[in-house]
């Protein structure tokens, strides 16, 4: 295996993969042709990254199995499910899409995750963790529905499997006695520590024909004597269990194989081949190392989950130095950068922990993402990083409410969906004191529809008793989550992804008024309700178009009195929100103007009823209409109309 040290500026020779369209090819390739492939992909993939950013450490985890898994199976006939998606980047890269790889999360490029409408490759469109499994497991009854030839195969990682929703699936496969096999790519959990040369020899033993074809005839002749039958599957399983954890997945109805090295390819195509062959429930474990091939990524793997791409340095301008001034001092210190929306959040969890002993963080593997690292550091006894499971994140939370503990839960927007039934049943039906920092609301960007939180305002403010804020900037941040904190109930402010305006933030745990909005600017004929972040663009078109300008802060409960004072005095509403306009915050101004029954224009600006796809926020929010320049045209549009019609 070749070692890299630093990601390639220019595209790297790969003569062997440039041959490759398809995996087809890859088939008929020996052993030392599918080590210098494998070389070649892992060189392209830290290229190809580097030159679009993007997840990172996953994908070369992976190069030896998917360069396995593509030579031992017949794609796409053959059905290969990706969970969550982190790490198909290779496989992207070998079935057809090599030279859109740089374009890859970009506005109108590849998708970050596998999707159906991109590649016959891609069998189901994943984003969320943990589905693949399921998803296989239908691929494969519907195979055997339809008397079907055809193998079935779902890759999912250790992280992956530690949601219910996996074992679920597990369960049932084993029940129905599918022809599936799971590839349970293993590379951070101590899940075994057997890799070597003993579970790589059982390997080969238990999945050889030989000793399938004598396993079986066994069982017919022992099927003949008394007890001989029961003392054989006795004997075999604790075989398996001195040398792998093989006991759990064999009882719920999986062959169990493994753990072998994910590194080794031959040793692994070898194992996949005689395993594609193998009927009813198959679970092969593997063990690999995230960021194999890229010494920085082995030694950082979760810095290097993801990165930006890499930016080409230009030469830099001699400095110029006006004669008539003394040069800047060398030690001048800059302007501090604006902090991000997770980082104001990390900081606020520490401060009002060394606050309130009752104080509990909770996130669903998103420690890192939502900024709870130093939190994790300073309060071990008070923090739950619960693994991929949202719904037992909120009923975890809802449990410590019962006991008058402060639970927040940390938790994306789009994750939020997962854990809604518990957020409705557990914890807003019993009015339950919770706390929800809801990050990346909003269009998030590359990651694309599967991961842009568009829908948390209308999905949340229906919930009955439930308290939902969105702050402006960094500040009001703060603010607000001090606010949710201290109201005895279910509360959630919902922030966007990245940095804001640059506000200063405050050292102090000061609270805002419940459903109290905020006057930026007083103008004449139209006013501006503008929640959360898009009061940034409303700022600008409240000065081109001599509009007034309310920062409403509060979705649920809503200004009331604002809104009405509003109405009487402008001749245009318009509501803006990053939020789908269906049943948003601009539904609720309606709604709230409907029931005093207030007759006035309005223009409801959000989202719109589809599926956002991937690129840079700016990108998308000018697409969508809801940057400055498209808000605007909106407005003046929709006054254009209104003139017309009343001449």
């Known amino acids: ?101 740089p374009s890859i999360r970009q506005y109108g490029g590849l998708a970050a995750f596998p999707r159906r409408a991109e590649s016959e ?108 039958l029961e003392l054989a599957r006795r004997t075999e399983e604790h075989m398996k269990g001195m040398v792998s954890p093989a006991t759990l997945f064999e009882e719920m109805g999986f062959n169990y194989i493994g753990p072998i090295d994910g590194h080794d390819l031959p040793e692994l195509a070898h194992t996949l081949r005689n395993m594609r062959d193998l009927d009813g429930p198959q679970f092969l474990h593997i063990k690999t190392r ?25 030469p830099a301008p001699p400095p110029k130095i006006d004669p008539q001034l003394p040069p800047a001092a060398p030690d001048s210190p800059l302007p501090p950068a604006p902090r991000k929306y997770c980082n104001v959040f990390g900081d606020w969890l520490c401060d009002m922990a060394a606050a309130d002993p009752r104080l509990i963080g909770i996130t669903p593997a998103m420690r890192e993402g939502s900024d709870l690292i130093r939190f994790s550091r300073e309060y071990p006894e008070r923090y739950y990083d619960v693994a991929i499971a949202e719904q037992h994140a909120v009923t975890l939370a809802a449990g410590l409410a019962c006991e008058a503990m402060k639970p927040v839960v940390a938790i994306y927007s789009t994750f939020l969906q997962r854990g809604y039934d518990q957020l409705i049943h557990d914890v807003a039906v019993q009015g339950l004191d919770v706390t929800f920092a809801i990050d990346r609301a909003g269009l998030v960007g590359e990651d694309g529809p599967t991961h842009h939180g568009a829908l948390d305002l209308s999905f949340l403010r229906c919930v009955p008793g439930m308290v939902l804020m969105a702050p402006a900037d960094e500040a009001e941040c703060r603010a607000m989550l001090t606010t949710a904190y201290h109201y005895p109930g279910p509360a959630a402010v919902r922030y966007p992804r990245g940095t804001g305006p640059g506000t200063p933030i405050p050292e102090t745990l000061e609270t805002l008024k419940v459903g109290e909005a905020e006057m930026r600017r007083r103008g004449s004929r139209v006013a501006l309700l503008a929640f959360g972040s898009l009061n940034t663009p409303a700022a600008d078109v409240a000065e081109r178009l001599d509009a007034s300008h309310l920062n409403m802060r509060s979705i649920k409960p809503l200004d009331r009195e604002a809104i009405l004072t509003a109405a009487r005095e402008h001749e245009l509403l318009v509501t803006l929100e990053e939020n789908v306009v269906a049943g948003g915050a601009g539904s609720a101004v309606n709604e709230l103007l409907a029931a005093e029954g207030v007759q006035v224009a309005i223009l409801n600006l959000g989202l719109p009823d589809a599926f956002v796809e991937h690129g840079k926020p700016g990108e998308l929010l000018s697409e969508c209409g809801l940057d400055a320049e498209g808000i605007e045209a909106s407005i003046r549009q929709r006054l254009d109309v209104r003139q017309k019609e009343s001449t």
């Not at 087809?24 to 190809?48: G, H, I, P, V």
């Not at 995230?290 to 230009?314: S, W």
Request: proline share 4%.
């Open 1 to 101: 295996m070749k070692l890299f040290d630093e990601i390639p500026a220019e595209r790297p020779a790969t003569p062997l993969l440039d041959t490759l369209e398809t995996p087809s090819a890859l088939r008929a390739m020996n052993q030392a042709q599918l080590a210098q492939l494998a070389d070649e992909l892992r060189a392209y993939l830290l290229y190809s990254v580097g030159c679009s950013g993007g997840h990172f450490g996953a994908g070369l985890g992976v190069v030896e199995l998917t360069v396995a898994l593509h030579h031992a199976l017949e794609t796409p006939h053959d059905r290969l499910v990706w969970d969550v998606g982190h790490q198909a980047y290779p496989h992207k890269i070998l079935t057809g899409r090599r030279e859109q790889m």
């Open 121 to 228: 490759f891609d069998t189901f469109g994943v984003g969320h963790s943990s589905t693949s499994i399921s998803a296989a497991l239908g691929m494969a009854l519907a195979a055997r529905t339809r008397d079907e030839k055809r193998r079935v195969c779902a890759v999912i990682g250790d992280g992956a499997l530690t949601a219910g929703m996996a074992f679920e699936a597990l369960a049932h496969a084993g029940h129905v006695d599918a022809n599936l096999l799971v590839v349970l790519n293993d590379n951070e959990m101590s899940i075994s520590e057997n890799v070597g040369g003993m579970a790589t020899y059982l390997a080969r033993i238990l999945t050889s024909k030989p000793y399938t074809l004598m396993r079986e005839n066994g069982k017919r002749v022992l099927s003949r004597l008394p007890g001989a």
């Open 290 to 314: 995230k960021g194999r091939g890229f010494q920085p990524a082995e030694a950082d793997p979760i810095g290097y989950h993801a990165i930006t791409k890499l930016e080409k340095a230009a």
